[in-house]
């Protein structure tokens, strides 16, 4: 395969996976948008966490909500657990890195805050105890997961709620991770703002 047909298969598998994703994925995206906007608009806050990939969408997703999206609105109270490299190593070193969330979501979480979770296998053990914490703290979970879901999916609640990737590359997972975050934070400012004049 010469370099131009590799870019152009690159195009194609993520167009693939995006259309596939549509087709299980536009009612509970819709459902992971309510719960979101309900918890912010009850006081409640959002944290997110994952690792690498899945920690920079975690990011991304926090920072959509802090400062904004697309539209001008106040700062929504939302979290990443992947950026303070003290809290981080600290954790890694005192106890485990597989704790290296879930601390944060016992410190930091109450009654009512929501937690997404984010892994493109569904198997990332510290995303997978930070599940177990949140729920501890009374906290709904939405995960972003791929593949089977992993042991991610087998340890959500009925109240929360899965937004599975259908199997693909984790490349392409990743990039279907990120439309979704958009599509919340696009849903979101519809459920606050109402339509845009």
Do not use: W
Not at 19 to 37: C, G, M, R
């Amino acid at each position: 395969m010469d370099i131009l047909s590799r870019i152009q298969n690159h195009f194609d598998e993520s167009l693939q996976a995006k259309q596939a994703a549509s087709e299980v994925l536009i009612e509970p995206i819709a459902a992971a948008a309510e719960l979101i906007s309900e918890a912010l608009l009850a006081g409640h806050k959002i944290l997110s966490c994952g690792n690498g990939g899945s920690a920079g969408d975690a990011q991304h997703f926090s920072s959509e909500l802090l400062n904004r999206f697309e539209r001008e609105r106040p700062g929504l109270p939302a979290m990443a657990l992947t950026t303070d490299s003290s809290t981080i190593t600290s954790i890694a070193n005192d106890y485990a890195y597989e704790q290296v969330f879930s601390k944060q979501v016992a410190a930091l979480g109450t009654d009512g805050d929501l937690l997404l979770a984010i892994s493109t296998s569904g198997n990332s053990r510290n995303v997978v105890l930070a599940i177990e914490a949140a729920h501890e703290r009374g906290m709904r979970v939405i995960a972003l997961t791929g593949r089977d879901g992993g042991v991610m999916a087998e340890t959500l609640g009925s109240d929360d709620i899965e937004l599975r990737v259908p199997p693909c590359s984790t490349a392409r997972t990743q990039e279907v991770h990120l439309l979704l975050i958009h599509c919340l934070c696009d849903l979101i400012d519809l459920h606050l703002l109402g339509e845009e004049e």
